[in-house]
Structures are given as structure tokens and as C-alpha cells.
């Protein structure tokens, strides 16, 4: 559940080999992935708001064991003033391996488990308490992710058909992220370096975050669709009839 949350989300998959046909240097590629979701960034060349098909792979380290999952993610952005780090509203609908959503309007966060006919209702100020450097900042971030984390290639620094691979690791102690791989999209690239353009296309094709204790997820986006103006009405959770519903106490979320 945790790892669900990661999002952010990213990429360990290896291509075959083709050759490069533009090379791009680190700083491009990191602003590449930053500007579009910077406060300061023109609208025109912003993302306010993305949805996408998502598949995930997650692997437990010690007990060799992998679980597969896929379904359908919104996510919208809303820049306040005189704040870095915009409001962040998502979505998560998982098909696979069991139905689940995952939604918040940015102040309150729903997990609804049909299987176990309960939803667990949260503040984000509690959850972010609850989990010190909590990964979810990699959502509310996206535009400061140097802050946040030092940045580097990834060993290949890209996959079989361009794209680029980044290495992550935070810059204080997380109990949840280790190191996170991001695959960078070259097509999103070459509209920076090319056309001094942002905002076009979603730059992050994948995500891979790997705990301390050696856990894995993978998140891979495909059929991205940016800025349609996703209603706000997307991120309020209908409470289903009869559900149990646990809220978490400051010791702890409970999943």
C-alpha cells in the first residue's frame, strides 16, 4: 500500500540496444522533468493535470515473491500563491490484482478495499507525520526535485529507444526510498533543447523506487493525456453504504 503511493513511481527494464539519436546532457533532462510542473512556468507550458493507464510491478525482496497490478491514474496540480508545491489531487483506480482506489482532493486521503469493505480515511497532514520524508512529496515535487533528491544518470543512462534513465536518492534519511529511477521521455527532451517547449507531452514514461529493505516498485504511464481539465469532482470520495471506516491515529496509518 505504501509502495502505491511512491508513485511516484520507475523504470528498471533494459531494451534492446539501439543507438541514440540526440544526446542531451543531465541538466536538460532535469529540466526536462521539473519545468513543466514549476509554479512559475507559463500555462501554455505547464501541466495542470494529467490522466493515464498505469501497470505496476512490485517485488518483495525477502520472500522472492512479485505481484503485478494495472488500472487508471488522475492527478491534477494546483498552484497556490506563495507556495513552491502545488496542491496535489489524484486518483489511483487499480483493476488488478484486486479493485482498489486510492483518491484525495489534496487535504483528505480515502483507501477503499471493496475485498475488505473498508476505507481508510486520513488527513495528508496526518500521513505525512505518520511517515517522516513520506514519498508522496515526490507528487507534490515534481517541479523541485533537485531539492529534494541529488540526481544523476542511471547505469545505462537510456533504455532501446532513446529515452532517458535518471538515478535518484534523497537528500535526508527516508525509512521508504533508498535510491528511485525515473525514465525520462526523449521525445519531451528534444521539445526543450529544440524548441525551448514544455508542457507538451508527459515527460515521465516510468518510475522505480526501491526501499531500504531491497523492495521494488515499478510504475510504467502509457496513453498519457495532459491537460483536459480534469473536474475537481474526480477527487471527491463517495463513501459506499455499510463500509467500515478506520481512521489512523497519530501512531500510525494502520496499512
Known sequence: MKAVLLLAASLLLVFPTVGLTENASLNDVVETLERPFRAETPRGEAIQ????DFSQLSRLASLDREQRGHGRVEIRFQHQAGSSSPLTQFRW??????HQEIVSDGETLWVYMPENNQVIQSTIDTTREAQAEDPMAFLTGLGNLSRDFSIDWADPNHDGKGNYLLQLRP????????TM??????????DLTRKNLSGQRL???ASSVTDPNG????IEFSQARINRGISGTSFR??????VDVVRPTDQGLGY
Do not use: H, K, W
Open 49 to 52: 493535470d494529467f490522466a493515464a
Open 215 to 218: 523492495n521494488t516498485t515499478l
Open 93 to 98: 483506480e487499480y483493476d488488478q490484482p484486486n
Open 203 to 205: 515527460p515521465i514514461i
Open 181 to 190: 529511477q525515473i525514465t525520462v521521455d526523449r521525445e519531451a527532451v528534444i
Open 171 to 178: 537528500r535526508r534519511v527516508s525509512a521508504l526510498i533508498s
Open 237 to 242: 470520495f463517495s463513501m459506499p453504504p455499510g
